[in-house]
C-alpha cells in the first residue's frame, strides 16, 4: 500500500499523520466527527480540553453501543439457529 503524510486539526492543534492512502477518508471523516461532538460541548462555554474529552467520551459510548448492537445481533442469529435445530429435532419424533 503506499502511505501517505496528512495532517489532521484537532482541538486548536495540528497533528501529522503517516497513513495508507486508502484510509485517509476515514481519518478525515474522523477528524470532522471530532470537530462535530467539540461543537457540541462549545454550546455550553467549556475549555477546549474539556471539550474534547467529552467528545471522546461521546464517541467512545457511541462504539460501545454498537458494539452490544452488534453482540446482540449475533446472540440473536445464534439464537434462531438453536430454535431451527430444535423445531427440525421436534418434527423428527
Known amino acids: 500500500m503506499s502511505k501517505l503524510t496528512i495532517t489532521l486539526k ?3 492543534g495540528n ?3 503517516t497513513i495508507d492512502a486508502a484510509e485517509e477518508e476515514l481519518y478525515r471523516k474522523a477528524e470532522r466527527l471530532v470537530a462535530e461532538r ?3 460541548f462549545n454550546q ?3 475549555p477546549q480540553k ?4 467529552l467528545a471522546a467520551l461521546a464517541l467512545g459510548m457511541e462504539n ?3 458494539k452490544q448492537t452488534r453482540s ?3 446472540d440473536l442469529d445464534r439464537l434462531s439457529e438453536v430454535e431451527e435445530q430444535l423445531d ?3 418434527s423428527e419424533l
Open 64 to 66: 460501545l453501543r454498537l
Open 44 to 46: 455550553i462555554n467549556l
Open 72 to 74: 446482540l445481533g449475533e
Open 15 to 17: 497533528y501529522p499523520f
Open 50 to 53: 474539556d471539550q474534547l474529552a
Open 10 to 12: 484537532i482541538a486548536g
Open 38 to 40: 467539540m461543537f457540541d
Open 88 to 90: 427440525q429435532y421436534l
